[in-house]
């Protein structure tokens, strides 16, 4: 009797439907068939990220059965001598994409990739760059948790996670820690992103004080660790001397939790 109120009653029910079906289905896919997605699907929208100083942007991809955002940056650059605002300087700077790829490869090789999100090499606009799978679902980042003094549902398996965060951070020298390249899910698990100013040629650690606990398949992983095998998973995003450089970290901290447990027994430092 009255098609046209009906169909507005209609669009009104199916409106606030969506607004209450919760976040957005993720796709079941592995980490290779991401990969595979991040490689090949269509760009069908962009957006620039207002935050950071590095000009990433969000895009949108479809294959035609999948649509998914994705993370872009193509910064790139190299300086012999770059002075800080704070007045330190650093010799051979880089700031680039190579390593956000480079730190989800080693993420793979020591179990860690379910804490970083899949990263492929990908050109856009003409610009090569990483494309990392967008983080879906997430709550905040770790900055806003500290303002707003979120405390996590459960402690226990937070500090098991913030104590991976703390060894990878160690291990790729990451020389601009971000606590909002720290992300929260709505299950509380954390990822980590964002590692252009990471993989830094010094072989020292750069704050082994905060290396108190390690998960122990982890320590094992790192053991593991190969110079030739993490050359060739990472080629060509590092060179010779930040591999080398990784490996020599690696065995100060490999060497750092030897000496804790020493000192505190393995129920103290290994869980």
């Not at 990392?132 to 979120?150: F, H, I, S, T, Y």
């Not at 991976?164 to 020389?175: E, G, H, N």
């Amino acid at each position: 009797m009255f098609p046209h109120f009906s169909s507005r009653i209609f669009m009104l029910v199916a409106l606030c439907l969506a607004a209450f079906a919760g976040p957005a289905q993720e796709p079941n896919l592995s980490p290779e068939e991401m990969a595979q997605f991040l490689l090949e699907a269509k760009v069908t929208g962009s957006r620039p990220i207002p935050e950071g100083i590095t000009h990433p942007w969000r895009l949108t991809l479809t294959d035609g059965k999948i649509t998914h955002d994705a993370h872009f940056q193509s910064i790139d650059e190299y300086r012999q001598l770059q002075e800080f605002e704070d007045g330190s300087v650093e010799l051979n700077f880089r700031d680039s994409y190579h390593f956000n790829i480079a730190a989800y490869e080693l993420a793979k090789l020591l179990g860690l990739d379910g804490m970083v999100p899949v990263t492929v090499a990908r050109k856009w606009e003409g610009n090569s760059g990483a494309l990392a799978w967008w983080v879906p679902n997430v709550k905040m980042n770790e900055r806003e948790r500290l303002q707003k003094k979120v405390e996590p549902p459960d402690a226990a398996a937070w500090n098991d996670q913030t104590d991976r965060v703390i060894v990878f951070a160690q291990l790729i020298c990451d020389a601009d820690p971000n606590a909002t390249n720290r992300l929260i899910d709505e299950h509380w698990k954390l990822w980590m992103i964002d590692f252009t100013r990471a993989f830094r040629l010094r072989s020292d650690l750069l704050d082994p004080l905060t290396l108190k606990r390690c998960d122990r398949r982890l320590l094992e992983k790192l053991r593991q660790l190969d110079p030739t095998e993490l050359a060739e998973k990472t080629k060509p995003h590092l060179n010779k001397s930040e591999v080398k450089a990784v490996i020599e970290r690696r065995d100060k901290i490999v060497a750092h939790f030897e000496q804790l447990i020493k000192e505190k027994g393995e129920s103290e430092v290994l869980y």
